[in-house]
């Protein structure tokens, strides 16, 4: 009997693991997970569960019957120290070895840390369903929050400490918040919404050094400017670091992330990798990226549970999307930012719903919206039109607020049809 093993129970691995079944696999399928805990989704982390704590079945990737149902063999608690490719298997830390004919690195990424020595209790990193449990609870008894970091974390994170009273405070070594995630105009209107709630932004700036109390607990923080902060608690957001020690060492070529082609498959034809640790080099059409992002994670699952199931591999070629919520504020991102050459913005960033579509020699290539889903989901649609990205579009019509977006993509895509 042929057997699939997965490195990874988040959400890459399972999607796979589903989408594999799907495909008609009926073989041994074996997903291996570092963490305790059953696959949990990690969105609420830093949300709801931050803020109202959340049951384990209501953070379940999927229901624990799915396992069963579909003959998953999940293994928690089994972190992978190895890789065997001239055998064929993973060793496990317990020493045992699981043959594979074919195998997916959905290994995740892994918080940066600042850097500075003797980080007292108290200052931490947000990542897994162990640390939302413990922020949650050092948070309880704290007044003064100091958020390290104003990407999208490090602000979800500050949002849902205001809401839970606290003041808080973002330290932010760039010039701008969210500076790698968004545009300039996106980012001064989360900025205000942040300031207007009450969340205190320090723009370049960050931790010099850490101020401990009797008990060892952080009781504040010298910035890099010189200044002192009171902090009860300190969350440290500043990016991930893409798990690729497994595969680096396993003789597979990586560079922040595991390098794979368009097909999501690795140098070694029976090994693939998805979701944050995947690196996506696509010669012909001049790309490289890394998508920390859980639509990432489930489509790239989806496309490479097929090649589980012994399709033939194919090309990952889904739009990518994010959302965030903050400050009482939805954003919504389709494509890749950062791509353009041109913004044509529809609405008023400073009063209420807005959409950033970002253009490149005329043709769409992202749109970032906040509190406006529909422009969202057209956005999606255009995107998704090969008409829309190669023919341009009307700058004057996606700037007009009255016309309907939906129709308009609705009519591109059968443009391309016909």
């Known amino acids: 009997m042929e057997t699939v093993v997965i490195v990874g129970a988040g959400q890459a691995g399972i999607q ?11 073989g041994r399928l074996v ?27 209501r953070l379940a990737l999927r229901p624990p019957r799915f396992y069963t149902d579909a003959a998953v063999d999940v293994r928690t608690g089994v972190p992978v120290t190895a890789i065997d490719r001239t055998v064929g298997e993973v060793v496990l830390a317990d020493g045992e070895r699981v043959p594979y004919d074919r195998l997916l690195l959905a290994t995740g990424a892994s918080p940066r840390e600042l850097g500075i020595p003797a980080s007292p209790s108290g200052v931490m990193t947000l990542r897994h369903l162990g640390d939302a449990s413990r922020l949650r609870s050092l948070a309880a008894d704290a007044v003064h929050v100091v ?11 500050a949002s849902t400490m205001r809401a839970l009273g606290k ?7 760039g010039d701008r918040v969210l500076g790698r995630g968004v545009s300039s105009t996106v980012a001064n209107a989360l900025e205000r919404a942040h300031a207007r709630d009450g969340v205190r932004i320090r723009l ?3 931790v010099r050094a850490w101020q401990t109390r009797g008990d060892g607990r952080v009781g504040g923080l010298v910035t890099t400017d010189g200044r002192s902060l009171h902090a009860d608690l300190v969350v440290v957001a500043v990016g991930v670091r893409p798990n690729v020690s497994l595969a680096e060492c396993a003789g597979l070529p990586t560079s922040d992330g595991i390098i794979v082609g368009p097909d999501l498959l690795t140098s070694d034809p029976c090994v693939a990798a998805a979701g ?44 990518p999307w994010f959302w965030s919520e903050q400050a009482g504020r939805r954003l919504t991102i ?34 970032e919206s906040i509190d406006a889903p529909a422009d969202h989901m057209a956005a999606r649609r255009l995107l998704s039109s090969s008409s829309a990205r190669a023919d341009g579009i009307d700058r004057e019509l996606l700037a007009d607020p009255n016309v309907n977006l939906r129709a308009y993509a609705t009519r591109r895509a059968e443009e391309t049809v016909r």
């Open 16 to 26: 796979a693991a589903a989408s594999a079944r799907e495909h008609g696999y009926d």
């Open 276 to 319: 944050d640790c995947a690196r996506v080099i696509d010669v012909a059409a001049h790309v490289t990226m890394r998508l920390e992002s859980v639509q990432n994670a489930a489509d790239q699952g989806r496309v490479i549970g097929a090649w589980l199931a012994g399709a033939p591999a194919r090309r990952y070629a889904a739009v």
């Open 167 to 173: 003041q808080v405070t973002v330290l932010e070594a």
């Open 204 to 206: 370049n700036d960050s």
């Open 334 to 367: 389709a494509g890749l930012v950062g791509a353009a050459d041109e913004i044509v913005t529809r609405g008023d960033p400073d009063a209420g719903p807005f959409t950033a579509f970002h253009l490149r020699d005329g043709n769409l290539v992202a749109a």
């Open 147 to 157: 958020v390290v970091g104003a990407g999208f974390l490090g602000l979800e994170v």
């Open 31 to 57: 997903v291996l997970g570092g963490e305790p805990h059953a696959p949990y989704q990690r969105p609420p982390l830093s949300k709801e569960h931050l803020r109202d704590g959340v049951e384990d079945q």
